[in-house]
């Protein structure tokens, strides 16, 4: 699925940036070689790095 409509990134590419010990979003967007551009996917960028923090410390809570 299409995460960032502006740059053409689906959720996979977004996710392995986010798990490649990215820091911000702007370490997502460098390491895919892209720029943020309308801003409409940086929370859902953001909460994708939260994600992949949470399981590298592996402390992964179930979502509801």
């Known amino acids: 699925m299409y995460v960032c409509i502006c ?7 977004l ?7 990215a820091r911000s ?3 997502v967007f460098r390491r895919c070689g892209r720029r943020p551009q309308c801003g409409k ?5 953001a909460e994708m790095i939260e994600e992949a923090r949470r399981l590298e410390s ?3 809570i179930a979502a509801e």
């Open 7 to 13: 740059n053409a990134l689906n959720d996979r590419e």
């Open 15 to 21: 996710a392995d940036a986010a798990r490649a010990e």
């Open 25 to 27: 979003v702007a370490d």
């Open 41 to 45: 996917c940086l929370p859902d960028i």
């Open 58 to 60: 592996g402390s992964v």
